[in-house]
């Protein structure tokens, strides 16, 4: 495989593999093992605290080596044999068991990738540009998912991520060979210097600054259905379609970011990002017709792009350990998306109904703005 393609086919094949995975995981534990709503949900909530954990432990392991490359691999392994036990398996209790044991460990490659990438000297350009290719497998892979089922079966679905998986492993493997040349040299402008790096202080603020932006962003998306039918009274398929169009404009939008990052620090892109979303809570809380709610995801997009994109980025200049710091910023997106429950749960009794979810939402993401700009006015003081 030529040089310039093997990381962007290694981000797509990662991707690919939990794009497939995540989202069918529910409906493959009802129709496989006759799982109840209440069974689903806890079987979601220990896989999820699996990942939580082995997101944390494992590559902060692979920090004190320096090898990312390794342990991904494994990674990739652990998610066949994942795919193989679930395919396999007719009882819940031993499909959960393999969710917690294989599932967590299975799911930490990506964080590995972009954690090598940083330590073999990846430019911020580079990263976002890798993880935009993240944002492509997961536009493409829940409709192809999807489809697989309904052609095939449920465990069709199994024995394509356990290929692809398979395909991972090769593509790591010859990464890892290639490793001392790795990343290829260049061409965009160098990315400008990382700026002031705040202490332990700083670094802490930032973690719960982007916890507070990623809660208002898993809660907007996962209400979204909801509010498009129950508030606004239109019919399901324009929430479908709003978020679509968010998902394809995230794409060329990280695109953007990743080359306006070899001009502009992190922490600008940041924060003009996220100023953007803020207005587009507030434009979410105002909108009543369909194109109206189409227009503002170009706001939406754009603001995710700064989060995760140059998001990830920031937490690799200010935190010295590729590993620790991916790691910071993915469980960060975790607990972001276990607080959205609350989120809701808060913004639905305000005297707004369910439009005041997005008040919130509003509120959150300023309070996550103000939180990187002070990280990064005070680490400019000292």
């Known amino acids: 495989m030529p040089q310039r393609l093997l990381i962007p086919s290694t981000a797509l094949l990662w991707g690919l ?11 493959l534990l009802t129709t496989l093992y006759s799982a109840s709503t209440t069974e689903v949900g806890w079987a979601l909530a220990l896989y999820n605290a699996s990942a939580l954990i082995a997101t944390t432990i494992i590559p902060a392991r692979a920090d004190r080596t320096g090898q990312y490359l390794r342990p991904m691999i494994v990674s990739a ?3 066949v044999v994942l ?10 209790p031993l499909a959960m068991a393999a969710l917690v044991v294989l599932g967590g460990p299975a799911g930490v490659g990506s964080t590995l990738l972009f954690a090598h990438l940083r330590h073999a000297g990846a430019t911020s350009g580079q990263i976002i540009n890798t993880r935009a290719i993240f944002s492509v497998a997961w536009v493409a892979g829940p409709p192809i998912a999807t489809f697989i089922i309904g052609a095939f079966g449920e465990r069709a679905v199994l024995g394509t991520i356990a290929m692809i998986a398979l395909l991972s492993i090769g593509a790591a493997t010859t990464l890892q ?5 790795e990343p290829a040299p ?14 332990l202080l700083g670094v802490t603020v930032v973690v719960a600054a982007f916890v507070l932006l990623q809660a208002a962003n898993a809660t907007a998306t996962s209400f979204m259905t909801v509010y498009v039918t129950q508030s606004l009274a239109l019919d399901v398929v324009w929430a479908g379609i709003a978020l679509g169009t968010a998902a394809g404009l995230e794409i060329p939008s990280l695109f953007l970011m990743g080359r ?33 709610l189409i227009g503002i995801q170009v706001l939406n997009a754009w603001s995710f792009a700064a989060i995760a994109g140059t998001g ?17 910023y993915m469980n960060a997106r ?9 989120v809701i749960a808060l913004g639905s009794v305000t005297v707004f109904g369910q439009a005041g979810i997005f008040l919130v939402c509003a509120l959150l993401t300023l309070l996550g703005t103000v939180g990187v700009a002070l990280a990064h006015a005070r680490a400019r003081r000292s």
Do not use: D, K, M
């Not at 060979?177 to 040349?181: F, G, N, T």
């Not at 953007?276 to 809570?281: E, I, Q």
């Not at 975790?334 to 609350?342: F, K, M, N, Q, Y």
């Open 334 to 342: 975790r607990v972001g998306a276990i607080l959205s429950g609350p």
């Open 83 to 92: 795919a193989a036990v679930l395919a396999l398996v007719t009882s819940l």
């Open 186 to 199: 260049s061409r965009e402008s160098p990315t400008p210097e990382a700026g002031p790096v705040p202490g």
């Open 177 to 181: 060979s290639r490793a001392p040349a």
């Open 17 to 27: 593999q939990f794009a497939f995975l995540n989202p069918a995981l529910a409906l």
């Open 260 to 292: 306006l990052s070899g001009r502009f620090s992190a922490q600008l892109l940041i924060v003009t990002g996220c100023a953007l979303g803020v207005v587009y809570y507030l434009a979410l809380f105002a909108v009543q017709t369909p194109v109206g």
């Open 312 to 328: 990830l980025t920031l937490f690799q200049e200010i935190i010295a350990r590729p590993g620790l710091a991916t790691s910071l």
């Open 77 to 79: 392994v652990l998610t």
